[in-house]
């Protein structure tokens, strides 16, 4: 079964992640798929504010992985730039995810790589409206 919410603005996005973020637990997963430009770090951000308040969430692009210190390690992928899945093992990715609670943008890139148990976060835009957003959890 999947929710399907509706945001308005970057902030109502980031308002779902924070509420998302109340209820995980170390080893939880959430994959994020979504255009560029979507919505995907917004949503990250507002996790943040509730696994490691006082860090700034920035996008990965170049380092594919921020780390940021809570009571629970988070940790923040964005795999756009991942040539191919086996390199995931290089950068730590196998490790990280059991030892935190991970969001991982751009998972379209890691099809086979994702835990089973892993929430599926995808945002799109609503044709003709800037800041309107669709936002599927399953
Ligand atoms: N309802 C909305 N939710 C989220 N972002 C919105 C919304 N409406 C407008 N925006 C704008 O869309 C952009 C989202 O940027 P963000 O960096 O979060 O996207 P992204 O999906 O992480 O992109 P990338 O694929 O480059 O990592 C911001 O400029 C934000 O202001
Ligand atoms: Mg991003």
Redesign the pocket.
Known sequence: MADILY????E??EKIGEDLAKSLKKGDFVALY??????????VRGMARVLAPHAAVT?P?YSLCNTYRGNIMFYHF?L?RLSSEDDLESIGYYDLIENGITAA??CENIPTSIPEHALRVT?SRVSGR????KIEMK
């Open positions: 945001t308005h603005s970057p109502e996005t979504g255009d560029l430009g979507v919505g995907k770090t917004a949503f996008s692009s964005d756009y943008e751009w945002i800037d800041d309107d957003r």
